[in-house]
């Protein structure tokens, strides 16, 4: 294939992404780094060729698969002693814990003792080894025919044997049992036939359950990558997003900004009038509560007298000034004329002011 078809946004770069987003996961490569290296992405794809999914070698793979095949017979075969291992001494504890009993029969106290003895030897045995193949002096210089004199007879060990795989039966079926209810409580009421029966498919169950949790970890760790890749694009988004914003504002804010302010100043012109005419709306309300019909109308009887007395002192004062004019040549009695005439003028004066008092008070 030609290193053109590698970087066509056709099939080739579909195959391309998904062997660097599956085989080859540290690349985390881009579309737009794929497009601008050619050769490098040609050499990836035949990388692809020869690695399996982990980044290992096909031969590699091939023998790590095998030796992990080899590692899981080893370890069946261990957990099966383990378990059958475990399973005798947790007989053996339960002896311990009824050996007050005086139900526990001659037979039953026979059995144990003999696989507790049966026991304790092929532990000891195991912890010689093989002293025929070593240099040092053995443990406690004990040899293994020394362990062997200590075993039950074999009678014994023959109907020991024969009764220790019914125990045994009974205690892994109780287990299984346990494990099915933990599983699935509802088996709890289930006849032992049926527990058998559910037993015999539980561990198909839960292989298909491991699996199902294998894919599920699976999925969830491609929807990982998936989100870090959305992730930075919309890092890289927002981004744009805010230097667009920031370069809106800086052009359109000036321009609007004398608009703006040219709207503010009629508005609190607007409201200042309205302030205006709220506060002379209150005076004139205040004046209508205080001045009422009757009042005014007494006002205007007040300032009609005062203006009457107004007009005759007027007239009185204008024939004083004429009675002046015709005795300025006299002398004390001219003084008292002016005397007179002064008295007139202040009386006058003071109605006049008074009448201005109420006309003010009127409007």
């Not at 069946?76 to 526990?104: G, M």
């Not at 010689?128 to 039950?152: I, N, V």
């Not at 003028?345 to 009448?355: F, S, Y």
Request: glycine share 2%; charged share 30%; proline share 2%.
């Amino acid at each position: 294939m030609a290193s053109g078809d590698f970087c066509s946004p056709g099939e080739g770069m579909e195959i391309l992404q998904q062997v660097c987003s599956k085989q080859l996961p540290p690349c985390n490569l881009s579309e737009e780094d794929l497009l601008q290296n050619p050769h490098f992405s040609k050499l990836l794809l035949s990388l692809s060729q020869h690695v399996d999914e982990s980044g290992l070698s096909l031969s590699l793979a091939k023998e790590q698969a095998q030796a992990w095949k080899e590692v899981r017979l080893h370890k069946t075969t261990w957990l099966r002693s383990e378990i059958l291992h475990r399973v005798i001494q947790e007989l053996l504890v339960d002896y311990y814990v009824k050996i007050q009993d005086a139900n526990l029969t001659s037979e039953d106290k026979k059995f144990h003792e003999t696989l507790e003895q049966r026991l304790l030897v092929t532990e000891l045995a195991q912890l010689l080894g093989p002293s025929q193949e070593r240099e040092t002096h053995p443990l406690l210089g004990l040899e293994k025919a020394d362990l062997l004199e200590l075993m039950p007879p074999s009678e014994d060990f023959v109907w020991m044997r024969a009764r220790l795989l019914l125990e045994v039966e009974e205690q892994l079926k109780k287990k299984c049992f346990t494990l099915l209810c933990y599983h699935d409580p509802n088996s709890d009421s289930d006849s032992e036939t049926l527990k058998a029966a559910k037993v015999w498919k539980l561990a198909e169950v839960l292989v298909s359950e491991k699996q199902q949790c294998q894919d599920a970890k699976s999925q969830h760790k491609e929807q990982m990558v998936l989100l870090e890749k959305k992730s930075a694009t919309y890092s890289q988004v927002l981004l744009r997003c805010l230097a667009l914003l920031q370069r809106l504002l800086q052009e359109h804010r000036l321009r609007t900004q004398s608009e703006l302010d040219r709207i503010n100043a009629q508005y609190l012109e607007i409201k200042c009038g309205a302030m205006i005419l709220k506060l002379r709306m209150e005076e004139l309300k205040i004046l209508s509560d205080t001045y009422t019909a009757e009042k005014v109308e007494v006002h205007r009887l007040i300032r009609d007298r005062l203006e009457a007395a107004i007009h005759l002192q007027e007239q009185d004062m204008e024939k004083s000034r004429q009675v002046l004019n015709t005795y300025e040549v006299l002398g004390e009695e001219f003084d008292r004329l002016v005397k007179e005439y002064t008295q007139l003028k202040q009386a006058t004066e003071n109605k006049r002011w008074a009448l201005q008092e109420f006309s003010k008070a009127y409007c």
